[in-house]
T-cell receptor, first 113, second 113 residues
Framework: EAQVTQNPRYLITVTGKKLTVTCSQN?????MSWYRQDPGLGLRQIYY???????DKGDVPEGYKVSRKEKRNFPLILESPSPNQTSLYFC????????????FGPGTRLTVT | GENVEQHPSTLSVQEGDSAVIKCTYS??????FPWYKQELGKRPQLIID?????GEKKDQRIAVTLNKTAKHFSLHITETQPEDSAVYFC????????????FGTGTSLTVIP
């Protein structure tokens, strides 16, 4: 089954404790992206990747890191989480940077206390 | 960067009536405009999209129109059904170094049986 998976689905952590949210797709997609969703703000793009080893900042990259060492995986790293990073996070992928239709993962709800 | 504004934020219609959601964007370089539907607790899913070289696109009860001169695009849902109740997001894609996506803040549509 073609899908985008994220882990964990729910996470409660404390300020400053490094964490990684994993994202994996089994569709051989080139383009992958991370978004955060906050009430009243819609979805905002954090980082995106056009292919292996090619990443770029989205609209709200501060406080986040990403890496793309393999085509299928695109982890999101919060090296020192803060309460303002409490949010619902979605990973998404599309076949190429030009094919546009994005498939979203199930979401990760992160709470930083 | 791009700025996408979406109106209204909430919309209630009677079953069978039409619903229209409008979005404006600021950057004339944006060239792809998808619409996503997000049911409560679920991931966003693409329902229709339009590229900048097309003025209108229709898929059964759903249609999207694009006015590049005025920089606005709209989602039209006809013969609404209770299962159309969800939050709808518009987005614009800006092909700079890669593809940056900018989302509207969402419209919560309620279809009253």
């Amino acid at each position: 089954e073609a899908q985008v998976t994220q882990n964990p689905r729910y996470l409660i952590t404390v300020t400053g404790k490094k964490l990684t949210v994993t994202c994996s797709q089994n569709m051989n997609h080139e383009y992958m992206s991370w978004y955060r969703q906050d009430p009243g703000l819609g979805l905002r793009q954090i980082y995106y990747s056009m292919n292996v080893e090619v990443t770029d900042k989205g609209d709200v990259p501060e406080g986040y890191k990403v890496s793309r060492k393999e085509k299928r995986n695109f982890p999101l790293i919060l090296e020192s989480p803060s309460p303002n990073q409490t949010s619902l996070y979605f990973c998404a992928s599309s076949r190429t940077v030009h094919s546009y239709e994005q498939y979203f993962g199930p979401g990760t709800r992160l709470t930083v206390t | 960067g791009e700025n996408v504004e979406q109106h209204p934020s909430t919309l209630s219609v009677q079953e069978g009536d039409s619903a229209v959601i409008k979005c404006t964007y600021s950057d004339s370089a944006s060239n792809y405009f998808p619409w996503y539907k997000q049911e409560l607790g679920k991931r966003p899913q693409l329902i229709i999209d339009i590229r900048s070289n097309v003025g209108e696109k229709k898929d059964q009860r759903i249609a999207v129109t694009l006015n590049k001169t005025a920089k606005h695009f709209s989602l039209h849902i006809t013969e609404t059904q209770p299962e159309d109740s969800a939050v709808y997001f518009c987005a614009a894609s800006l092909p700079l170094t890669g593809n940056q996506f900018y989302f509207g803040t969402g419209t919560s549509l309620t279809v009253i049986p």
